[in-house]
């Protein structure tokens, strides 16, 4: 079993890779779930991830909360797409459940520092404040990750926030930047593999089959969630980001992709937060990820459809 800390600030996305991962219990064991502010502030963020834990039947997970804004700059938040809670949608208790009281950042820190080097994997969902803080507070826990797993950046497909960036990496390129120069081993899930995980009607039918009430509340996020690309793209469904990262440790033979440089940029006004892959290795610079290019998006789904119905 994979030992996995789910960095995360859910979002409707988030809570379908928070749901892959407790369907899997043969495959993960979440060690905790940190929360971290994003798509809207963390008070709504570790509401929302005690929320999902409760819903999944899993009320004695370790939920941590962690900064509260970017490194630098000021918060932007993604409202428009996540709704006022950020995970509106469906209607659901308050939670009961309470975070713990060790910062995400520490627990991050003294998780990697107890538990044998190489055996902790980081999923990372959301902008990467918490673990650039870990690092530069602890700089030897770069050494000791197995893999860091993110839903970030884009390349071919541009930006979803601003022409150039993807939110997760324009929130706090800083942080961003810290982590691609850090040298642990990273696993990128960028919009060019997200924007292939479409929630076509076909596909959230197959979760919509099965009646047990986590499916049922997923299929109500969706529903919600994908609104904004439907309004404004006329697309079937929206782009189901964040549980690619969790697919990818259950079944890294759905995704493809290759070793690059990738660079974060931080000083320009129109391009801050843009990943620049060196896609053809046209630069001396050395690979720091493995950039996932291509999905079987209906494996991807079948894969969700299946965990979910475990729950
Ligand atoms: C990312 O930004 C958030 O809105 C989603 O949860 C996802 O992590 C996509 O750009
Ligand atoms: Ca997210």
Redesign the pocket.
Known sequence: RRKIIIDT??????AAAIMLAFGSPDELEVLGLTAVA??VPLSFTSRNLRIVCELCGRPDAKVYEGALKPLNRPQVT?EH??GRTGLDGAELPEPTMLPQSTHAVDFIIDTLRREPEGTITLCT??PLTNIATALAKAPDIAGRVKELVM??GGFSEGG??TPAA???IYVDPDAAKTVFASGMPIVMMP?DV?HQLMTTKARVSKIAAFSNRPAQVLVEWLAFFERFDVEKYGSDGG?L??PSVIAYLLKPELFSGRDCNVEIETQSELTVGMTVVDWWHVSERQPNAKVMRQVDADGFFDLLAERVARL
Do not use: R, S, Y
Request: charged residues 20%; aromatic residues 4%; without cysteine.
């Open positions: 600030d859910p979002g409707q996305d988030d994003g798509n993604a797409v996540h969902l959301g839903m970030g979803n926030i993807e939110f997760n919009l997200t782009p980001h964040d």
